[in-house]
């Protein structure tokens, strides 16, 4: 049986570079995938750290791109040899939430999800199904193709809070997905500001050219009120999920706040008395739900400032020794500095 | 000079039946008004208890109609004899809001509130500007004419929150706010629960024939899944301000939270990554906006089931007692339990 | 092989009651469905004068209810015995547009609607995908069921015109989906108006006690204009297909059309400087689009006036005699005043 | 009394440049305005046409900026000195419309408008109300400034047709409106073509470097199809008013058409079914509309490529020559090639 090169998480903290067998279509749905990069997410930094649902023995990666090396029976969606990004998140189609066009809620999510419940793109190849195949066009070279799905989420969170060009914006967090934020709200929103405490992503957060504040060294609250003249923020974008409570005081009345960030050990202390008289609305937004599409749309434009996103590409082999550069030492299992923004592995 | 009758609120738990000046025009976009009626609010009796913004020695009362009797040079709105209701809060309409056409957060209302900063309803004349005054056709008789401005900051919320022909809602608190909410919402959704603690208004609760709950003497969160099917509520409206926590537990991801309900000691403490991973939204909505002719629209279409909300209409000379049946016991300054719901007084 | 009861199109202007085989289960994703009763559509009329798409040789009727007799290997989301309605426009899932959530659109329902391309409900026994196939509470019973999935149409309507409960609302045409318009907008909107110009259906809209008119026997402009006090409707839904140029003339500045019915034979003459003026909507909506939870929601409520909808029920092999009733005199083809609203076939 | 430069409207086909009186505050709200510099409108050129509502002995010029030199005594939001735009739609505030929050549909429009109906920019002062006046930052600088109520109105475009950052977008029409919403759309949209048939302007609609096309001398249909592989555009702006039978056959299923130039002589015939099929929106846009403020973040922000807009700057008693290169040579009353994007006229 023919083997290949994989990153399998054994459990909490250990993730090893492997051989794995290569595998096979066993149904008509199932489409073998050549993974040509994944990057590495930072829900997959958590889960080597615990703080993430896992399930032990499963190859990691879920934002990953390749080709179409074997396709099953039934499928029409793609054929052999096309080149493709994928959604990982497979959804039923028949629960409740998937037949109410709600599918970032779909009940299956967590049996179905390609590189933390199925294995993923930390390998050589991936057996899907079609539903999640997208082909995408060649323009999308194999380290944007690792970003669709991730940039579909930020997308499903754009159009919850419906960014208008007139708009200020505040991001909160600029790792990936505040990055992604900020790139977008430059083009779209009349002015945008970012902030981030970690040095390296704050020395990449400035190179937006838009206002970039490190909270920890500046008031913040402040800076705001400056750049504003007073008004506050029409959009505030928590892509950290533990600024609720700072979102609050950053945001006009009558502003929009999107709760995308995820961090289920931060609770918020608010008074909504505030909420209503100042008709500020609070918005959460999950996954990503019908915008893969979008997300190529987008990609395939060229308009999204990507130039400072991609930290490096480096060899699926030295995968595992990636982590402590996104901030978690597997050896000694602590927090350290990020050295990275987004790391992108090559079977 | 003439004098009317009128109840003058002189301070933190003293309010006066005396008599004053009938006011005059003094200026051309002034209106003089014959009260014909005005409902006592809730806020009101905040006032009496310091718990709501005031002004010493000033007519409350801010839900009335009434009949022109005056008017300024320059008016064209209304004219003298015209049947009218009025919007308490006048709105500069130069100001950043305003300008935005967000005139519910009108910097100048804290200066223009008839029947807070401004002499108000509980009075046999009050003089108002053209811009609050809206012609009412007669089938909306004085004491629902009452309520054309409460109307139509529940109006806004509704705006807010758009609720749908096939929601589930669930209002929490029928007080006047909450049973305007289920009144409509008995109209407009699929489904729709009711909440309240104080007995007198837990039996006008159950008389609208939808599933009334007093939160306090069963589960409701049990209650909710019962009803629902597990699924909870698609909209769930806090009419108290004080339900944050629990609407967030009662609502369905992708679900609304309308968060109308005022009270400025209550803080909630909440996750927002629960918020994130189910997508719901917390939407605040305050005063009302561009729904004074909606208000008027619906009271007229006689569509809303007013059957239960008036408890009663007494002389204006009697309003200061009023306030005991409304919770407060102006003499001893306690909360005492309610014997109304909404109480008329007519001048 | 057992066989079954069944009306066959066999071409244009030949419907014919017949037996042919009980289908069986081939595929693990079907779902084989007892036939409790099943709906005439205006389509299916459509289809007998050949100005519909048709496929000849199929079993027509995509209104129906039923029982689950038997089920594929992969089925989850029914099982035998359970009680359904069904969609009977299944949707392919990887179409761009149902990957943009906009399944209305998918496709691949040229080759999949039951009752069209695919045997459908004029049957003892339909054969079904598992995507199609709903549960329903047996509150609703085999003749309600029947317009789930009609009800979903008009619900992706509503979904698209955003009724508020205090708007005025004209509803052009009251056929089965008039009627259920105007059942919806008797509960949600402020006021509501139905026109129909059939006998037998006009007198069916004027006990909805709503405002109804025959347009060929009043000035309905007047008449609008009388009822709205010269402002004209805030929604004005075409359920015909041939009113768009009336619907312009009925709608008020700011207002909403909802262009609903189909007739591909109709062409409309309007002036866009009007529409641009007077800033009005002109919202196109096809079939259903995540819609049957909701119809199930509501119709489960009971708050629908169904009372005067469903005409008569008679045996499915007294079915070919009914399309005289809906207008069509299959002997002579050619058009006859209807005698009915809606009727069922009980196979 | 004092007098100054002005170009007065004599009557269709005569604009004069004279001197009249400087007008003087007679009322409490009004605001004197020395103008700095004022844009030529092509609604301008269509009234001395005859072809736009006009009013004779009226001085034109409804685009332009100023500093305010005199204000009445109950003016709060400028004061003296102050640099300022104008919106030249003075709202009456109190018709039903405005009451609304639906101000572009003002029923007092008619006799306020500044520029057609009062006496506007082109000369060297202007008497305006204190609504119409909004402080500009300084550096929004005098031509700029000129287009502040034209962007709103574009703006209020933008709100209704609620452009997505990864729509495909098509402007019909590259005059300055056209312009404006191509700018925007090349910011916000993933992508953006443009079409105009006027040599001197399709020049200038080519220098966006997005995909422009006169579409006498190509297939448009053709070329959308190519730029969108087969899917065509998912928003549509008609900036002629002459366009809609186009833009329904350019918008993709599902689409938003924005009808927003105004041509009361064109007739259009479109097929209803297609609309509904396609479930295609088309939304009527007038005027701006709270947009004002917005239009002035954006300026500011200098976000939009304007570096083409402006094609000459001349003394305002040159003006009377600027319609000739705006398309109409007034001596002989017939239209001729343009040679202009934008003129302003600097008193």
Redesign the interface.
């Known amino acids: 049986m023919a083997t290949m090169k994989a990153l399998v998480f054994r459990k909490v903290g250990l993730i090893e570079s492997t051989e794995i067998p290569i595998p096979e279509i066993t149904a008509p749905n199932q489409v073998l995938l050549k993974v040509a990069a994944c990057g590495i997410c930072g829900s997959d930094v958590k889960i080597m750290e615990g703080k993430h649902v896992y399930k032990e023995n499963t190859v990691l990666g879920h934002e990953f791109c390749g080709t179409v090396v074997d396709i099953g029976s039934s499928v029409?969606?793609v054929k052999v040899g096309d080149w493709i990004a994928l959604d990982n998140n497979s959804r039923c189609?028949?629960c409740?939430?998937c037949?109410?066009?709600?599918s970032?809620?779909c009940i299956e999510l967590k049996n179905r999800t390609l590189g933390i419940f199925k294995n993923g793109g930390y390998a050589e190849y991936v057996l899907a199904t079609?539903?999640v195949c997208?082909r995408i066009p060649n323009v999308i070279d194999e380290i944007t193709g690792t970003q669709v799905e991730t940039l579909g989420t930020v997308?499903n969170g754009?159009?919850?809070v419906?960014?208008?060009?007139?708009d200020?914006v505040l991001v909160l967090g600029c790792g990936p997905i505040g990055y992604l934020f900020t790139a977008?709200a430059k083009?779209?929103a009349?002015?945008v500001a970012v902030t981030e405490i970690d040095p390296f992503r704050f020395d990449i957060a400035k190179k937006f050219g838009v206002p970039a504040f490190n909270p920890e060294t500046c008031n913040l609250e402040e800076e705001i009120l400056k750049l504003t003249s007073g008004?506050k923020m029409d959009v505030v974008i928590?892509a950290t999920?533990?600024q609720?409570e700072n979102a609050i005081k950053y945001v006009t009345?009558?502003g929009k706040i999107l709760?995308?960030?995820?961090?289920?050990s931060?609770?918020?202390?608010?008074?909504?008395?505030y909420?209503?008289?100042?008709?500020?609305?609070?918005?959460?937004?999950?996954i990503g739900?019908?915008t893969?599409?979008?997300?190529i749309?987008?990609l395939?434009?060229g308009?999204l400032d990507m130039r400072n996103f991609f930290t490096e590409v480096i060899p699926l082999t030295s995968g595992v020794g990636a982590f402590a550069k996104l901030g978690l030492d597997l050896n000694e299992m602590k927090h350290v500095p990020k050295k990275a923004m987004k790391i992108v592995l090559k079977p």
């Open positions: 029409t969606a189609g028949v409740d939430f037949r109410m066009g709600f970032s809620q079609e539903d997208f997308l754009m159009n919850t419906q960014m208008q060009c007139y200020s977008i083009n779209v009349a002015s008004k928590d999920g533990t609720l009345p009558g709760a995308f960030g995820m961090d289920s931060y609770m918020a202390n608010i008074q909504p008395n909420i209503t008289r100042n008709a500020i609305k609070i918005l959460g937004t999950y739900q019908n893969i599409l979008p997300s749309k987008l395939q434009s308009k």
